[in-house]
């Protein structure tokens, strides 16, 4: 199975900074990878998919890099409406792993 | 409007039995691959099975290979997951997703709770 290690697993920021969220799998998937947003009680949200590509609907201020083993997850300005959990997905092999999931937090 | 809504979560007992049933709408059914995934309280997202758009590939995790099984009717526009043998850690809540670009999941249910306890 492929692992997915997020990093970090908590961040505080505050409204307005840049936070980059990182997604490391233990082999190469190329750029089989997906974002997820989830807030506390709901249904996660798909943000970013094929590593890079923004879902329709979502901000532009998110964006997705990486291909292989490491990926990144950065929102450019982080509003109210951003602190949530995220977790990444690979979607290259079965069993479709997740990561543990990184916090984003109020500062 | 794509909507997928689950039911049939509640409260199994050890060893018993479960059906949880998701009703799609706003969308092809039919056309697309069909996943389930859930979520133990307070800890991350766990895939649990996938199913082809006309139900001829199936795959499980391994954690419920054996005592889940995953099916679905197009003409129904909906999907099932039928879980035996329950146990415990099977605790969690339970979404239905639907493959998009790239086999992201791009819509998800609100998801059903299972509780496995005595």
Same mark, same amino acid.
């Given at each position: 199975d492929i692992q997915l290690t997020q990093s970090p697993s908590s961040v505080s920021a !505050?409204? $307005?900074d840049r936070v980059t969220i990182t997604c490391r799998?233990?082999?190469g998937i190329g750029s089989r990878l997906a974002w997820y947003q989830q807030k506390p009680g709901k /249904?996660?949200? =798909?943000? +970013?998919?094929? /590593? !890079?590509s923004l879902q329709s609907g979502v901000p532009s201020r998110? &964006? $997705? &890099?990486? &291909?292989g083993t490491d990926f990144t997850l950065? +929102? !450019? &300005? =982080?509003q109210s409406e951003d602190f /949530?959990?995220?977790?990444?997905?690979?979607?290259n092999s079965i069993p479709f792993t997740f990561g543990g999931g990184t916090k984003v937090e109020i500062k | 409007e794509v909507q997928l809504v689950e039911s049939g979560g509640g409260l199994g007992q050890p060893g018993g039995s479960l059906?949880?049933?998701c009703a799609a709408s706003g969308f092809t059914f039919s056309s697309y691959e069909?996943?389930?995934v859930r979520q133990a309280p307070g800890k991350g997202l766990e895939w649990v099975s996938y199913i082809s758009s006309i139900g001829t590939t199936i795959y499980y995790a391994d954690s419920v290979k054996g005592r889940f099984t995953i099916s679905r009717d197009n003409a129904k526009k909906s999907l099932f997951l039928q879980m035996n043998s329950l146990r415990a850690e099977d605790t969690a809540v339970y979404y239905c997703t639907r493959e998009g670009f790239s086999s992201s999941f791009d819509s998800w249910g609100q998801g059903t709770l299972v509780t496995v306890s005595s």
């Amino acid at each position: 199975d492929i692992q997915l290690t997020q990093s970090p697993s908590s961040v505080s920021a !505050s409204v $307005g900074d840049r936070v980059t969220i990182t997604c490391r799998a233990s082999q190469g998937i190329g750029s089989r990878l997906a974002w997820y947003q989830q807030k506390p009680g709901k /249904a996660p949200k =798909l943000l +970013i998919y094929a /590593a !890079s590509s923004l879902q329709s609907g979502v901000p532009s201020r998110f &964006s $997705g &890099s990486g &291909s292989g083993t490491d990926f990144t997850l950065t +929102i !450019s &300005s =982080l509003q109210s409406e951003d602190f /949530a959990t995220y977790s990444c997905q690979q979607v290259n092999s079965i069993p479709f792993t997740f990561g543990g999931g990184t916090k984003v937090e109020i500062k | 409007e794509v909507q997928l809504v689950e039911s049939g979560g509640g409260l199994g007992q050890p060893g018993g039995s479960l059906r949880l049933s998701c009703a799609a709408s706003g969308f092809t059914f039919s056309s697309y691959e069909m996943n389930w995934v859930r979520q133990a309280p307070g800890k991350g997202l766990e895939w649990v099975s996938y199913i082809s758009s006309i139900g001829t590939t199936i795959y499980y995790a391994d954690s419920v290979k054996g005592r889940f099984t995953i099916s679905r009717d197009n003409a129904k526009k909906s999907l099932f997951l039928q879980m035996n043998s329950l146990r415990a850690e099977d605790t969690a809540v339970y979404y239905c997703t639907r493959e998009g670009f790239s086999s992201s999941f791009d819509s998800w249910g609100q998801g059903t709770l299972v509780t496995v306890s005595s």
